[in-house]
Antibody, heavy 123, light 107 residues
Framework: QLQLLESGPVVVRPSETLSLTCTVS??????????WGWIRQAPGKGLDWIGN???????YYNPSLGTRVRISVDTSKNEFSLRLTAVTVADSGVYFC???????????????WGQGALVTVSS | TQMTQSPSSVSASVGDRVSITCRAS??????LAWYQQKPGKAPSLLIY???LLHLGVPSRFSGSGSGTDFTLTITGLQPEDFATYFC??????????FGGGTKVEIK
């Protein structure tokens, strides 16, 4: 049974870079039907889509994050990673990794999620 | 595309029928999903394509609608259904966008 697990620092200082990794187990990240991506949730708030990546490296990002976000993939380790630069307190929250099922070109449903990782931006 | 859910919360009893509405700011066709999130847990996919049940989802959940107006209905609310529900559009991408959520609480 395929599972996703987030890992990374719990606390990040303002203006620094948030880095998280999602390790995929029980299946391959090289599926041609899926992208892999990140969603975050501020405490008590809704869901904010960050971006996703195909195993071949093509990416889509939320325009609201501009050039601060980068997602990469390492197929040899069956994992993908998130980097978010110049963080502020507004970037605090739970970060989920999720499998993006591409039901049609550029149409994604999030059919499998990791448990989430709480990241706090604080000095 | 902005997604607006109503109500933001609803109180109901076990066995009740509950309906949650999601409105899109632009026509998204039938390209809409519903997710359930329990406290401290990740969301899970319930419905995709506005009305198609994801694998393993009980048949008491149903979805309807197209264009800009959608409804999630739970018929015969069970104790495990008390959670927060989110809609998500997949038509106008990027980004994927979600509604603000509807919390189903115990009356």
């Amino acid at each position: 049974q395929l599972q996703l697990l987030e890992s990374g620092p719990v606390v990040v200082r303002p203006s620094e870079t948030l880095s998280l990794t999602c390790t995929v187990s029980g299946g391959s990240i090289t599926s041609n039907q899926h992208y892999w991506g990140w969603i975050r949730q501020a405490p008590g708030k809704g869901l904010d889509w960050i971006g996703n990546i195909f195993h071949g490296g093509s990416t889509y990002y939320n325009p609201s994050l501009g050039t601060r976000v980068r997602i990469s993939v390492d197929t040899s380790k069956n994992e993908f990673s998130l980097r978010l630069t110049a963080v502020t307190v507004a970037d605090s929250g739970v970060y989920f990794c999720a499998r993006h099922w591409e039901i049609a070109k550029r149409r994604f449903y999030l059919d499998l999620w990791g448990q989430g990782a709480l990241v706090t931006v604080s000095s | 595309t902005q997604m607006t859910q109503s109500p933001s919360s609803v109180s109901a009893s076990v066995g009740d029928r509950v309906s949650i509405t999601c409105r899109a700011s632009h026509d998204v066709g039938g390209r809409l999903a519903w997710y359930q999130q329990k406290p401290g847990k990740a969301p899970s996919l319930l419905i995709y394509g506005a009305s198609l049940l994801h694998l393993g989802v009980p048949s008491r959940f149903s979805g309807s609608g197209s264009g800009t107006d959608f409804t999630l209905t739970i018929t015969g609310l069970q104790p495990e259904d008390f959670a927060t529900y989110f809609c998500q559009q997949v038509n106008d991408f990027p980004p994927l966008t979600f509604g603000g959520g509807t919390k189903v609480e115990i009356k």
